[in-house]
C-alpha cells in the first residue's frame, strides 16, 4: 500500500504538515478535510496528532496538522497572554485553506487547540462543518467550578467530544453535563482509562468515530 503524502505548509499564521491521501478523492465534496492543532504545552510534532493525521489520511481524508500562532513565535511554553483571538485566527485560515482543497472541513484539535477551535466555531459558524474536540479543558484540574463553557450556548456547529475516564480537567460525567447546553448536536464517545493526553493508540478509533459522525450529517 502506498502511504499518504505529507508535505510542508506555510502560509501568513498558518504553519504544519498536510496529510493527503494515497488515493484522492474522486471529487472535491466527496470527504471533508481535517484541520488539527496541539494542546497548549505541546505543537504539531505531538505523537497524537501525528497518528490523527497519519489515520485520516489513511482512511481517504486529508488531514492538516497545524502550530497555533502562539507556537510559531516561542518553541515552548503556555499560550501568550492575550493571544487567542490571534490563534483563532489562525485556526481560521487553516479551515480556508482546507476549504479551497475539500470543500468540507472538520476542525479540532487537543485540549487548548480543540477549545479554541469550538470557540472559533461559535463566533464564526461558517468555519467548518463539524468539531473533533480531544480532551476538551472543561475546567482547570482540581477547579471543577471554572468551568470553560460560556460560548457553549452559541455553539450550533456539530461537534465529537472524545474524551478519557481519567481526564484531570473534567471526568466525563462532568462533560456529559457540561455538553447539554450545547444547541447544535453533539456526541460523547469516552476511553476507558485514558488520561488528558489520550494517546496516538486511540487515532483509528477517533477516525471511525469522526468519520461515522460526519457521514450522518444531512
Known amino acids: 500500500m502506498t502511504e499518504p503524502a505529507v508535505e510542508r505548509v506555510e502560509h501568513e499564521l498558518v504553519r504544519g504538515w498536510l496529510h493527503s491521501p494515497s488515493v484522492p478523492p474522486a471529487s472535491k465534496n466527496e470527504k471533508p478535510g481535517l484541520v488539527i492543532a496541539h494542546g497548549a504545552g505541546s505543537n504539531c510534532e505531538s505523537p497524537l496528532l501525528i497518528a490523527i493525521a497519519t489515520a485520516f489520511a489513511a482512511a481517504g481524508y486529508p488531514a492538516l496538522r497545524i502550530d497555533l500562532p502562539y507556537r510559531q513565535l516561542k518553541p515552548a511554553g503556555p499560550p501568550v497572554p492575550g493571544g487567542s483571538a490571534r490563534d483563532r485566527e489562525g485556526l481560521l485560515r487553516a479551515a480556508a485553506i482546507m476549504r479551497k482543497r475539500m470543500g468540507k472541513v472538520i476542525l479540532g484539535g487537543h485540549s487548548y487547540g480543540g477549545r479554541q477551535s469550538s470557540m472559533l466555531a461559535a463566533e464564526r459558524p461558517d468555519a467548518a462543518e ?17 468551568l470553560r463553557t460560556a460560548h457553549f450556548l452559541s455553539l450550533k456547529t456539530p461537534a465529537l467530544f472524545v474524551h478519557g475516564t481519567r481526564d484531570p480537567f473534567g471526568h466525563s460525567e462532568e462533560m456529559q453535563r457540561a455538553i447539554t447546553i450545547i444547541p447544535g448536536r453533539t456526541q460523547l464517545v469516552t476511553i476507558a482509562k485514558a488520561g488528558h493526553e489520550l494517546g496516538p493508540q486511540y487515532a483509528s478509533l477517533i477516525v471511525q468515530e469522526a468519520a461515522a459522525m460526519f457521514e450522518r450529517e444531512p
Not at 130 to 146: A, G, I, V
Request: glycine residues 0%; without cysteine.
Open 130 to 146: 463539524m468539531l473533533l474536540l480531544l480532551s476538551y479543558p472543561l475546567h482547570p484540574p482540581r477547579n471543577p467550578d471554572r
